[in-house]
């Protein structure tokens, strides 16, 4: 039956305003900040298996290491967004994912475990302020019609330097305290890239890529900044934004970057060199999953509001189980394989991003998404990567990292797939909610 609900279509009597100016000049400067921070948690997993022989730690470390730095982030993120909204986003990033590199400097120097897992774990903490704020800006720089190709461009741009890095990075392991090094340049880098995002973003302002209150002054736009336990408590009765959460816990990809060159030196016995070579084909495929995955959102959205976008991201979970059981539970021998279907699991984990992040832009009103995406990313997404690393980690060392695989990479995401079926009956009309909301709030301010 055709969708009868255009949710995302602003009135015809009112044309939609011009893009925001220099919108993707911005948009690369919140992929830096996003990349730098990126490749310093990366980092210590990727040269994980040198690191443990360096310091004398066992697979559980690694679990322990990855939790500490997600759990931290339930309490930092909504910390970082409360400054955010008393001073400035712009500020905000400038310390937490800047400046806040001089933990990274700190963590080179580790003597122990202990020291290492306390250096990580507040370098996390700075680093949980970009997963609410940037998703935040970038719905304030790009409206509906164009978030999930942004979107796309952002993680895609991501993927790929990763895809580049990873390898680079993982070529330490043949050095003397090479991880060291490693954690020292990408700490200086966060301090420059700090820089600049001080001399160079500028913050649109919250609402301005909304055809409802781009023209209405800055005070009109921000006249509802202020959160409150009951506005917090409103979020978990959007039905679809409810289901994306549940979803979100049973997100068993999330395990992948942080096992996978430890489960490809563990399980099949490559060496670490050898292993991380499977990080540029993820990448390269996460890069292309994430821009397809963007023009393929814009085009379902507007095909099919009420099932377009749940359609495609039900479908990302399956496709990804799939592979991720031939890519895991099969023993090919050579690596190239295993780059391969590497790549095709990065290919359809590419198209979560793209899809989910403007799902969740698209029922929440300006002023609440990064409440939102802190709940969604810092604090769900969190709660289930913690699980998943201290489950991998200590049921690794007990059961081994196959099964482990097996029940989170596959099972659980084909569970996920068939969750998402209860997506596809509230969505539109929580989108036809928010719209209308933002028409009265219009009326409101002109009248």
């Known amino acids: 039956m055709p969708d009868l609900i255009e949710a ?54 690694l679990g322990v290491l990855t939790a500490a730095g997600k759990l931290i982030g339930v309490l930092a993120a909504p910390l970082w967004v409360w400054a955010a909204r ?92 090479g991880w060291r090094w490693g954690l020292w340049g990408v700490g200086a880098l966060n301090i420059l890239f700090g820089l600049v995002l001080l ?17 209405l002054d800055h005070t009109a736009r921000e006249a509802r900044t202020k959160i409150d336990l009951a506005t917090v408590v409103s979020l978990f009765k959007i039905r679809s934004f409810a289901i994306l959460l549940v979803s979100r816990l049973l997100s068993g990809h999330l395990l992948l970057s942080s096992f996978a060159v430890v489960y490809l030196v563990d399980v099949f016995g490559f060496t670490t060199q050898r292993a991380v070579v499977v990080l540029m084909p993820h990448g390269i495929g996460y890069l292309l999953g994430t821009l397809a995955g963007g023009f393929l959102a814009d085009w379902a959205a507007r ?18 189980a799939v592979l991720a059981f031939l890519g895991t539970q099969v023993h090919y021998g050579g690596i190239g394989t295993y780059a391969l279907l590497f790549g095709l ?11 989910n992040r403007p799902m969740v832009m698209a029922v929440t009103p300006p002023e609440l998404r990064a409440t939102a995406f802190t709940i969604y990313v810092s604090v769900f ?8 690393g201290l489950g991998a980690g200590f049921l690794g060392q007990t059961y081994g990292l196959q099964p482990v695989f097996l029940a989170v990479l596959v099972v659980l995401m084909l569970v996920n797939g068939a969750f998402l079926t209860l997506l596809h009956r509230p969505y ?5 909610r928010v719209q209308h909301e933002l028409d009265l709030r219009r009326e409101h301010a002109l009248a």
């Open 86 to 177: 008393r001073w400035s986003r712009k500020g905000v990033l400038v310390v937490s994912t800047g400046l806040w590199g001089v933990w990274g400097v700190a963590a080179g120097f580790s003597q122990n475990f202990a020291q290492l897992l306390l250096f990580v774990t507040i370098l996390a903490a700075g680093y949980a302020a970009a997963h609410p704020l940037v998703p935040e800006l970038l719905g304030d720089l790009f409206d509906s019609a164009s978030r999930g190709r942004a979107v796309g461009a952002l993680y895609g741009a991501l993927a790929l330097a990763g895809s580049v890095l990873g390898p680079l990075i993982g070529q330490l392991a043949g050095f003397r305290d």
């Open 381 to 388: 997404e969190a709660l289930a990567w913690a699980a998943f």
């Open 345 to 355: 699991m990065g290919l359809t984990q590419g198209v979560n991003p793209s899809v």
């Open 8 to 61: 995302t279509s602003p009135p015809a009597s009112r044309p939609a305003p011009p893009p925001v100016r220099g919108r993707w000049r911005q948009l690369s400067l919140l992929g830096g900040a996003m990349l730098v921070d990126g490749t310093e948690s990366g980092l210590v997993t990727g040269l994980f298996p040198v690191i443990r022989h360096a310091l004398g730690l066992s697979l559980g470390a």
């Open 428 to 432: 539109a009309k929580d989108v036809q």
């Open 199 to 215: 001399l160079c973003l500028r913050d649109p302002g919250r609402g301005a890529a909304e055809h409802q209150l781009a023209d």
């Open 303 to 320: 095909r099919s509001p009420r099932h377009g976008l749940p359609g495609v991201l039900q479908g990302a979970q399956i496709a990804f």
